[in-house]
Nanobody, 123 residues
Framework: VQLQASGGGLVQAGGSLRLSCAAS????????LGWFRQAPGKEREFVAA????????YYTDSVKGRFTISRDNAKSTLYLQMNSLKSGDTAVYYC?????????????????WGQGTEVTVSS
């Protein structure tokens, strides 16, 4: 599967953005998906994950209540709705897929990655 992330940009603190990740290839619904981010000078970190059907999600503590991960299997697209953005959310955001129905938080468990989309939150 090939992934293409989009939707990043510059936003003021407290604002919102919605990231999208379009997938090409067959059997999108058989993949569990995740969002990760990497801030300047820091390691890539887990943000959110969703299982193959969208019935189960998981978030890192710092984004709980502010971010929502979702997927539309009919459109082969993954989303990340980000609200109440903070300067600490500034990073390049990556979508990722693993050919397994169960979601994971470890980046090493994901074999397929998008190219990243940059999010900058100004304070």
């Amino acid at each position: 599967v090939q992934l293409q992330a989009s939707g990043g940009g510059l936003v003021q603190a407290g604002g919102s953005l919605r990231l999208s990740c379009a997938a090409s290839g067959r059997t999108f619904s058989s993949y569990s998906l995740g969002w990760f981010r990497q801030a300047p000078g820091k390691e890539r970190e887990f943000v959110a994950a969703i299982n193959w059907v969208g019935s189960s999600t998981y978030y890192t503590d710092s984004v709980k209540g502010r971010f929502t991960i979702s997927r539309d299997n009919a459109k082969s697209t993954l989303y990340l709705q980000m609200n109440s953005l903070k300067s600490g959310d500034t990073a390049v955001y990556y979508c990722a897929a693993r050919s397994n129905l169960v979601m994971r938080t470890n980046a090493n468990e994901y074999a397929y990655w998008g190219q990243g989309t940059e999010v900058t939150v100004s304070s």
